[in-house]
């Protein structure tokens, strides 16, 4: 696939992506609370797990629709994520996508019931009621059960743990895999599996394709901690050198900046050497996320 | 159905709540997350949700390995909501159960992510992989469609951001109504129909069902009112008097002592009602429940 065509589906897909958000996430909640729910998610950040959910979709030809409600939900999750993990009690951070965190602009108490409605409203949009854009419900069960394992104590809930038991602490570079593989990996794998759920898969190409999902989650971290010592708070959208200041391991405090870059670019290899082996005929857009995740600048 | 046999019941349906909940909340996390997750939710509490969902469930002659696990996620909600609603920036509340609440025991950033796990493990253990004890795909989509609604911004976190903007205005009787029939109903009405989703039901049972769980939610909400000024701490396990200290509008505050509990007991005979209306043979586990709920001294 040409470098074109997919930067238009990019942002084609963004968009259907931005439209159900904007129609999923409620205005008309009494007391404020949807206003800050929309606040955390709309209108920002570059929607890389949605994509990710789309792409696998089209990998194994599943089910457009079913994949958008996937795309939104992993959304709402990680933005819920966000808002928590910007609170005070956590990283007490300000500024995120470049606006006020939504703690700063709604309050302390609204942003907690903010992002515990956004984890909620994440499973109300994976189980619709039947209808002409119904899900089947064997799907929505399959992806309730791998976006709940993702979020949890196993994966995302769980990595944030050991990230706040591990600052200032020395871990090695398995227990900082660890850590990144639940706090950030675990939720883009999810979003490749959920988009390879909404279609036929064998176990080879769910086998490959969860490969793929654990490499450039973890590439992605890697490329995280690069940005956060090498860019300007106004490129990233929020706080930069915060991990030093914070006195958390990173992979460039662990290996150093030029060795973290070229892990990053061992992981893109990896992610793209397991599509290879998936079986699937058309994984050109898997293969150019990869690519985007390494290559980004914010 | 006698009491005495009812007891035993309740005894018997609450142990096995507690096996499944050891069972389930996980001890092994790293970084301690899962000590924070059980303290919140293991051995404390009366289990009121679960006792309605297994009610329910029995009612309609319904699948009892699907219903413990309806009872368990629902119960996970209700403890991640208590444990977020005990924190410094909602309740700022120090005693829960009889114990020190999470955040004083883990800390607030343990405390935040304890309760964001425990919704997450609410979905999962709702989405269990196919094997002897499997819950129909089905079932399990329609069950978490059903806790998501309750728990998120129409329910149970709808409701608390409106009781967050209460604090010190004057509430009328529907507005007050409004606000409890999200906060503490959506979630106790949820029960009854989980609980009622893992059988067959026609139309009619369904609304009935529903309109029990309805009365029965507001009941619980204004017996809380009424426990809340006349019950000492020691009694209730958490701090006694606190919606007055915070200027909260209360049913007692707004129609008086003696009022409220006659409301309280026109909303148990609202729901016995209900159920003679629901054509099913045999409710009165679900009736006992009703009288439990307006009868509890703490």
């Not at 809930?157 to 602490?169: E, F, H, K, R, Y």
């Amino acid at each position: 696939m040409k470098r074109d065509g997919f930067d238009a589906w990019v942002l084609d897909a963004q968009a259907a992506v931005e439209a159900a958000l904007e129609a999923w996430v409620p205005a008309d909640t009494p007391a404020g609370l949807g206003q800050a729910m929309r606040y955390g998610v709309l209108d920002g950040g570059k929607r890389l797990r949605p994509l990710l959910v789309l792409a696998a979709c089209e990998a194994v030809h599943g089910e457009r629709a079913a994949a958008l409600r996937a795309g939104v939900a992993v959304e709402l999750i990680h933005a819920y994520s966000l808002v928590h993990d910007d609170m005070p009690c956590m990283d007490n951070d300000v500024l995120r996508r470049g606006k006020p965190t939504v703690h700063v602009q709604f309050g302390e108490a609204q942003a907690m019931l903010a992002g515990d409605a956004m984890q909620a409203l994440a499973f109300e949009v994976l189980t619709p009621d039947p209808g002409p854009d119904g899900v089947a419900p064997a799907l929505q069960a399959r992806l309730c059960a791998l976006l709940a394992r993702s979020a949890g104590h196993a994966g995302m809930a769980g990595g944030q743990a050991i990230d706040l038991a591990s600052i200032g602490v020395a871990l090695d570079e398995t227990a900082l895999r660890d850590m990144h593989r639940r706090k950030t990996g675990a939720l883009l794998q999810a979003s490749v599996l959920m988009g390879a759920a909404c279609g036929p898969t064998d176990a080879r190409a769910w086998d490959a394709l969860a490969r793929y999902g654990a490499a450039i989650g973890l590439a992605f971290q890697v490329v995280d901690d690069i940005l956060d010592v090498t860019q300007a708070s106004e490129t990233l959208g929020k706080t930069a050198g915060k991990d030093a200041h914070h006195d958390k391991p990173t992979y460039v405090s662990l290996m150093g900046l030029d060795a973290a870059r070229r892990h990053a670019l061992e992981l893109r290899d990896e992610a793209r050497a397991a599509l290879d082996r998936s079986g699937l005929p058309d994984t050109s857009r898997l293969a150019l996320l990869a690519d985007r995740v390494v290559e980004r600048e914010s």
